[in-house]
């Protein structure tokens, strides 16, 4: 088996053009737009961006599915800026590259978000390659809006689950984002395939009431059982709190609630993600990973 090192990103990629005005009009109003700027975006991207802020030297490996465009050669060119390895970013004909219209309010201190899914959509189980990427890690993030893996796979559930088995049997310890309510978590094997599953409060709420009536802890309690491999983390509006196989336990709360705001699940993640990496404890971890990016 090879030697490997470093993480795999994978998810959304997108070209973000951002436009910052003083506060939302009402609807059917006009707000000046005070500034803008484009930016590359997605959650792969953010994912990437956050790992080489905790290390300069960690190998980095970008995967998914941008257009033959303007925007698809905006995001290589981002990647190797953070001197990424990008033979997995794959482009297509088919679709443009993602993009989003990012309205940012200053009063509010808030962003709204008008997303173009493009080639994101394409991103199918056969795009993943485990032979030539030497990565030790598989983080993958959006899965919500990648429409491709969900597609039901007899043995795992989904496409997803029949990727983090393939990296999994190739030697890589396999991690997922969630944002949105997945009830697919439920009562699918997708989870078995999983080292690491990190959770919004949102999504974990979803499964608790429907798996898990007395709460989190017992619902965090179910999502183990179900065959995570290592434990899981989740980003609250208050608190960040991890949870291992183990039993054991950290929790940090954000002083004031609001910081929490800044830090993006994804960031979020790949934070927590790379103390598990390096291998520092949970508090370690979560300190890290609460840092707003």
């Known amino acids: 088996m ?4 470093g993480f795999v990103c994978a998810g959304t990629w997108c070209w973000e053009h951002v436009k910052t005005i003083a506060h939302y009009p009402e ?29 300069a030297d960690l190998p980095l490996y970008a995967l998914g599915m941008i257009g033959e465009d303007e925007d698809g050669r905006a995001l290589l060119a981002a990647c190797h800026k953070l001197e990424a390895a990008t033979f997995q970013l794959q482009t297509t004909a088919e679709a ?39 990565a030790s890690w598989l983080h993958l993030s959006d899965y919500d809006l990648l429409e491709r893996l969900h597609l039901p796979e007899a043995e795992f559930g989904a496409a997803a ?14 991690a997922l984002t ?10 699918n094997p997708l989870a078995q395939t999983l080292d690491y599953l990190i959770l919004t409060a949102r999504a974990l709420e979803a499964f608790a009431n429907e ?6 802890q017992e619902a965090a309690a179910r999502l183990l059982q179900q065959g995570l491999r290592c ?6 509006a208050d608190r960040a709190w991890a949870m291992l196989r183990t039993g054991e336990q950290a929790e940090i709360k954000f002083s004031p609630p609001a ?17 598990r990496y390096a291998g520092w404890n949970l508090e370690r971890c979560l300190a890290a990973a609460t840092v707003s990016q």
Not at 161 to 170: L, S
Not at 211 to 216: Q, Y
């Open 211 to 216: 798996h898990a009536p007395s709460g989190e």
């Open 27 to 55: 609807a059917g109003a006009q707000a000046t737009i005070l500034r803008e700027h484009t930016q590359a975006g997605g959650s792969a991207f953010a994912a990437l961006s956050a790992l080489r802020r905790f290390d």
């Open 259 to 275: 910081n929490a705001k800044n830090l993006s699940a994804t960031s979020f993640g790949a934070g927590f993600l790379y103390g």
């Open 178 to 187: 969630v944002t949105a309510p997945e009830k697919i978590l439920g009562a």
């Open 231 to 236: 434990g899981l983390a989740l980003l609250g």
């Open 96 to 134: 443009p590259t993602a993009h989003a219209v990012v309205i940012h309010a200053e009063h509010e201190n808030a962003r709204t978000r008008f997303y173009f899914p493009g080639a994101n959509h394409l991103l199918a189980a056969e795009h993943f390659d485990f032979k030539h990427c030497l």
């Open 2 to 5: 090879p030697q490997r090192e």
């Open 161 to 174: 689950g029949k990727i983090f088995h393939a990296a999994r049997a190739a030697g890589l310890s396999t």
